[in-house]
């Protein structure tokens, strides 16, 4: 009978053994889990705080729009939408002679549109201002 129970106390401890062992295995591995997580986080968050960031000031922005509604007066001279977008983006550019040239221009092939009149007056008015300043 004594073998018997020597045996059962052996075997438990055996299993209390390999529980331990599994169990320090497993925090381990988890720890191990946790820091690589949180060092992958670090790193990404090293590396985007270290990349230029590209910024394009509004006036290259309006440059740009400014090129694409040419390239389509290029190709169709009498574009009533490009032209107007096209004499917005020049005077937000501060060209207001361009604007008033497209102006005119819209003026005198859209004789029935009172907008198109009241807006070269504007600008011609905006433009005379800033010569007396």
Known sequence: MANSNDYFI??????ERRKRIVTYISVASFGG????????????????????????????????QSQGYELVLQKEPNNQSA????????????????????????????????????ALAEIKKRASQNHQK
């Open 10 to 15: 052996q075997r438990t401890k055996q299993i």
């Open 83 to 118: 032209m107007e977008k096209l004499s917005i983006v020049r005077l937000k550019l501060g060209d207001k002679q361009g604007a008033i040239a497209l102006m005119e221009k819209l003026a005198q092939q859209n004789p029935n549109r009172q907008e198109y009149k009241t």
């Open 33 to 64: 889990s946790i820091l690589f997580g949180g060092l992958n986080f670090v790193k990404q968050a090293w590396q985007q705080s270290h990349q230029p960031v590209v910024v394009l000031s509004a006036e290259s922005e309006l440059q740009k």
